[in-house]
């Protein structure tokens, strides 16, 4: 059973750093595209990056863009967040999910939720709150 579990979330003030954690288990890891995703309140779900775990390939958002670190320690089959000078606007629960190729996971990034079809497995999600 394909289990993908983020950790890691908190409340932090702004300009500080957090970085989430998504461990996987039951599939391929190096074999699929992790992404991470964030819901503001009263906002839809918006894509922020994806890592391909089998090369280290990387892609992000503009509005993340030099802020945020996707890494992979694949040893531990776990896909890292790291986001720095965070700001309030960056408040959300924090997704990972995972889709078989980088096209699928590029889809549903950058299309929204009308793509998500495209990401065959979810994490429940970990909470950022960054206070001003």
């Known amino acids: 059973e394909i289990h993908l579990v983020e950790s890691g979330g908190g409340l932090v003030q702004s300009g500080g750093s957090l970085r989430l954690s998504c461990a996987a288990s039951?599939?391929?890891?190096?074999?699929?595209?992790i992404g991470w995703f964030r819901q503001a309140p009263g906002k839809e779900r918006e894509g922020i990056g994806y890592?391909?775990?089998?090369?280290?390939?990387?892609y992000y958002k503009d509005s993340v863009k030099g802020r945020f670190t996707i890494s992979t320690d694949n040893a531990k089959k776990t896909v890292y967040l790291q986001m720095n000078a965070l700001k309030p606007g960056d408040t959300a629960v924090y997704y990972c999910?995972?889709?078989?190729?980088?096209?699928?996971?590029?889809?549903?990034?950058?299309?929204?939720?009308?793509?998500?079809?495209?990401?065959?497995?979810w994490g429940p999600g970990t909470q950022v709150t960054v206070s001003s």
């Open positions: 039951g599939f391929n890891f190096d074999e699929n595209i």
């Open positions: 890592i391909n775990p089998d090369d280290g390939s990387t």
């Open positions: 999910a995972a889709a078989s190729d980088f096209l699928r996971m590029m889809h549903a990034l950058v299309a929204g939720p009308v793509a998500e079809y495209d990401v065959h497995s």
